[in-house]
């Protein structure tokens, strides 16, 4: 099984000074951790990156040379236990994924923008957008981070996802 933490929308140093403590609690013991987006600092992600390995991806309101830095691209297409997930900002129109697409379609895509907790599937696609841990529903002050568990299930053939989302 692969456990990884999921984060959105920190605004750091807008919505707050630096990511809440109970964030590294919450993340003990993850494999990977995912930032879909508007991160402002890269510090952010260091400090992420002390708690375990870190990809991200850009948020519109980020500075472009944040994809200077190894760990930020506009989208991460990642194989997880078997499972093809996409790390964006934007969530992308259920349509687009499956009619407009050059490439496969992904398992699980995690999100950001939106500033609202949601796990929801859609089309045979896991959507997860964390909501955001300082800045959720656009009010400041402690919000939420999300768990993703991918578990190979050898028996079936088959990988299982699950997310929720942890209220700090």
Not at 79 to 86: K, S
């Amino acid at each position: 099984m692969m456990r990884i933490g999921l984060i959105t929308d920190t605004h750091i140093p807008l919505a707050a000074k630096e990511i809440p403590p109970k964030v590294a609690e919450i993340f003990q013991g993850v494999d990977l951790i995912l930032h879909a987006g508007d991160i402002y600092e890269l510090r952010v992600l260091d400090e992420l990156g002390r708690i375990a390995p870190v990809l991200a991806a850009l948020g519109d309101d980020d500075a472009w040379d944040m994809l200077q830095d190894e760990r930020v691209e506009m989208k991460h297409t990642l194989n997880l236990q078997g499972q093809t997930l996409w790390l964006v900002h934007e969530r992308p129109y259920v349509s687009f994924l499956t009619l407009h697409q050059k490439e496969e379609a992904p398992d699980i895509v995690v999100y950001g923008h939106t500033h609202t907790a949601q796990v929801q599937r859609s089309n045979g696609v896991l959507f997860v957008g964390s909501g955001s841990p300082t800045f959720l529903n656009y009010i400041r002050g402690p919000g939420t981070v999300g768990i993703l568990d991918i578990e190979a299930n050898e028996a079936q053939a088959s990988n299982e996802a699950q997310a929720s989302i942890v209220r700090l």
